[in-house]
């Protein structure tokens, strides 16, 4: 049976590059009939936080992964660890290290100034039982490292990337219990999925190194062969590798924002490739091959997401009327719905959009945003006079009159509609200028010209 699973540390909030792994996972394991494990890695004490655990969970439930109800925590494990840690002591794979971070990283600067590639100089693998007995018996707390054998080739079939080849001798003895006692990532990450039954691991390419480090373990401890797909990295637009600590990429920025889950998840399981098909996550399951995973790194592209959101909404049409009538029952037809909705349904991708254009076109107080009103002040006071006349006068006709209008204010034609749009729905896109004067009566569009006006015209007195 094919078990996956996600193991994300509750040490942020998730972003693309995390749900795109947990995605993937699930994706494989429920197409092939099997188990998808949701587990929490909180070895790390300092910045591991309960309430990132909860909004990790609320996270993937949200985008409808169901997981296996057994859900991991490693600081509830330590019995299960120690057994493994005395398989490895019997087989002389381990021993204590007593050196301090200053040594360390002295060490490092060093190896890196002679240009050598930093890892550890095994200086405590000498130690007798005595010395270690001793420098406990001191209060020395020691991280016991896992004696990496020498000068092997170490081989692994990437199930996207092919053979992958290491020699053991690039890799320094790590570490794989710390001197608090708690579980390395390394060594707990292997225990856990080994102890789940994990066939398939899906997860980034940042992690390679880690694998060839897990083999060395696995082979120790005489633990089952897993399979593993390493994915390429997601940048950001300036190419650097997606973090939690980068906010605008979090899974709970993105749902603020009003993406869907199923929109994000045709964006992340097809990323970097140009199969733009918005699909059900039925069919995303039933349309799986990791051997289709583009191998490559890529940048976070907001058009192809905004694409997969834009379908969303067009998949969702039946829910716009819905979405409306609480606004609008009793103050105007069906007729007039229908409409409106065929005025903006061009310019909406997300459902809170819907929202704001309601009352754009059936409220006639709306409240203006502050913007760049230099962009629109200038010395000719006639101007605002002229544009409520011509509304006045030739309001469902305005559209000839405006054409001679602009050669009085000095305006081009995109930056006088512009103006308008701005003066009309306080935004600069959307519907066409038209169809929203067409719709808007002619008390809303004389009432709102006036109150710009008005708005200008103080902004003017107080520059």
């Known amino acids: 049976m094919i078990i996956t699973r996600f193991a994300p540390s509750p040490t942020g909030y998730l972003h693309v590059g995390n749900i795109r792994v947990a995605i993937l996972n699930y994706l494989y394991s429920i197409k092939n009939n099997g188990i998808f494990f ?3 890695e909180n070895t790390d004490l300092i910045r591991s936080l309960v309430v990132n655990f909860s909004n990790a969970l609320k996270d993937i439930d949200w985008f409808g992964l169901k997981y296996n109800n057994i859900t991991y925590f490693q600081t509830v494990r330590f019995d299960i660890y120690k057994y493994y840690y005395k398989i490895l002591k019997k087989r002389n794979d381990s021993y204590y290290c007593f050196c301090s971070d200053i040594e360390l990283l002295f060490l490092k600067e060093k190896q890196l100034s002679m ?3 930093p890892k550890y100089n095994e200086k405590c693998k000498k130690l007798n039982e005595i010395d270690i007995y001793n420098k406990i018996s001191l209060g020395f707390k020691p991280v016991l490292r896992f004696n990496v054998p020498f000068n092997k080739i170490l081989k692994f079939d990437d ?8 020699n053991s001798n690039s890799i320094g003895d790590f570490v794989i219990r710390k001197s608090n006692l708690f579980p390395s990532f390394i060594f707990s990450n292997l225990i856990d999925d080994f102890c789940m039954g994990v066939t398939h691991i899906f997860r980034g390419e940042d992690h390679i190194t880690n694998t060839f480090k897990q083999i060395m373990l ?7 062969d897993i399979f593993y797909g390493h994915i390429p990295m997601i940048n950001n637009f300036d190419g650097q590798v997606l973090s939690k600590r980068m906010g605008s990429f979090s899974i709970k920025k993105l749902k603020t924002n009003g993406f869907s889950s199923l929109s994000m998840i045709n964006y992340l399981c097809k990323f970097g490739g140009g199969n733009l098909v918005f699909l059900s996550l039925k069919k995303l399951i039933n349309f799986f091959d990791y051997e289709k995973i583009v191998n490559r790194s890529s940048k976070y592209d907001i058009s192809q997401l905004l694409f997969y959101q834009k379908n969303y909404i067009i998949k969702n049409k039946k829910f716009y009327k819905i979405l409306i009538f609480p606004y609008v029952n009793g103050i105007i037809s069906i007729y007039k719905i229908n409409f409106f909705i065929s005025i903006f349904f061009d310019n909406i991708y997300f459902f809170n959009d819907i929202i704001y254009w309601v009352n754009v076109f059936f409220f006639k107080n709306i409240i203006y945003e502050k913007f760049n009103l230099n962009f629109f002040i200038f010395s000719d006071k006639l101007f605002y006079l002229e544009l409520l006349y011509i509304f006045n006068i030739f309001y469902k006709n305005y559209f000839f009159y405006i054409k001679n209008f602009m050669n009085l204010c000095f305006f081009n034609e995109k930056k006088l509609f512009i103006l308008l749009r701005l003066f009309i729905t306080n935004k600069d896109d959307g519907p066409k200028l038209n169809d929203i004067i067409s719709f808007l009566s002619y008390e809303f569009l004389i009432y709102r010209i006036k109150k710009m006006n008005n708005l200008l015209s103080y902004y003017v007195k107080n520059l």
């Not at 199930?159 to 290491?166: A, D, E, I, P, Y």
């Not at 696995?218 to 089952?224: D, E, M, P, R, T």
């Open 38 to 40: 949701f587990r929490v």
């Open 115 to 117: 240009g050598l590639f």
């Open 159 to 166: 199930l996207l990337k092919g053979v992958q080849l290491c």
């Open 218 to 224: 696995k082979n120790s401890l005489g633990i089952l």
